[in-house]
């Protein structure tokens, strides 16, 4: 019974061993994720509508184009009235955009986004009229109409407001009806077809052709440039480009990204990229603080004396500075160590920020430095 114990404790540590051994594993992506069709693109479109039923939060008397357009609408309908006489409260002024998917078809929905233009104040509990929808090329291809959800709501009393979200700004989901199809080239017509990777890495550029090329057990993918593959279509895939497309999609790579650090100085938010290294360096830290205290002091004359009280200012001015603490960064750091020695000094967010940008200056940092 020893024996067999002693056995299972062997090759549970002999397992664990291995675990600890084996080098992790990149993280595999499918190439849909990361890969777009040349001539497979979506487009935006945009509309001048206007929303009703609001209770007294559209827009005012000051916003003209509200009232001009409020007086067209009504005189389509065979009623004239002066544009002097019209007090609107309970309408507002939008600008409408939606964006029109890829071969998509008519009578077919898409959702819309509806924005205040002029001063409405909440466009909660209104409906877009009908508006049509135009592409670049002025012609429209969709019209949307219906309730706005603005997905939260504001109320405001005579001392307090409160507010979630944005409420001049909404959706009407499935608001906009296709009514024209955009032209679009037909796939399964092509003998060649240029694939675009998101990823601007030649590596992985090479990557993915490769792995096309072994699925496919043909030379037929030739990358072009660090982003662009070029497929030329295999003679049992003729008339059947989108089969093709479905099944490269799902092809697994592991794809390689340069070494960046992305900075953001607003929020003090700083992401490092797990392949960036630094070479040996030393850094140093510390804090120099001075204050400056005014003390003002009345000093009055001595009794029966001809003088005048005055106000004499005392300055009192002290300097304190942290000893500065130094860690050495070995050649090669990773970014573990980079993220472990930063906090051994101290730094903050927005000092590890003036750190990244310093070691990058010495020429220690081996990484693209991005500042957004």
Do not use: C, W
Request: charged content about 20%; overall charge neutral.
């Amino acid at each position: 019974m020893r024996v067999r114990v002693s056995a299972y404790l062997y090759y549970i540590l002999l397992a664990l061993l291995f675990t600890l051994l084996t080098p992790v594993v990149g993280l595999s992506v499918r190439l849909k994720d990361i890969m777009d069709i040349e001539g497979v693109r979506g487009n935006y479109l945009v509309g001048y509508g206007l929303v009703v039923g609001l209770k007294g939060t559209g827009d005012g008397d000051q916003t003209k184009f509200t009232v001009q357009s409020v007086v067209n609408m009504l005189e389509k309908f065979g009623i004239r009235v002066p544009k002097e006489q019209v007090k609107l409260k309970n309408v507002a002024a939008v600008l409408v955009t939606a964006y029109l998917p890829p071969y998509v078809k008519p009578g077919q929905r898409v959702d819309v986004q509806v924005s205040a233009l002029g001063d409405a104040k909440n466009l909660q509990g209104g409906t877009l009229l009908m508006t049509p929808l135009m592409g670049p090329d002025g012609k429209v291809y969709a019209l949307a109409q219906g309730p706005v959800s603005i997905g939260g709501f504001a109320v405001a009393g005579a001392g307090a407001q409160a507010q979630v979200n944005h409420p001049t700004v909404g959706k009407v989901p499935n608001g906009a009806i296709i009514e024209r199809e955009v032209p679009m080239e037909d796939l399964n017509s092509l003998e060649k077809v240029t694939i675009s990777l998101k990823t601007e890495d030649f590596s992985t550029t090479v990557q993915a052709s490769e792995a096309i090329n072994n699925y496919l057990r043909k030379r037929v993918a030739n990358p072009v440039d660090m982003k662009t593959i070029e497929l030329r279509v295999p003679e049992n895939y003729r008339g059947r480009v989108v089969a093709l497309l479905g099944e490269i999609g799902n092809i697994a790579i592991k794809p390689d990204v340069p070494a960046r650090v992305v900075i953001d100085e607003k929020t003090g938010t700083v992401i490092i990229g797990e392949n960036v290294r630094i070479s040996r360096v030393a850094v140093a830290h510390g804090n120099l603080s001075v204050e400056v205290r005014e003390t003002p002091e009345v000093v009055q004359p001595l009794p029966f004396g001809r003088g005048e009280t005055v106000v004499v200012p005392r300055t009192e001015v002290a300097a304190k500075e942290e000893r500065a603490r130094i860690v050495v960064l070995e050649e090669g750091a990773t970014l573990g160590e980079l993220i472990r020695a930063l906090n051994a000094v101290g730094a903050t967010a927005r000092e590890l920020i003036a750190v990244l940008q310093a070691i990058k200056a010495a020429g220690a940092l081996h990484a693209d430095l991005i500042i957004i």
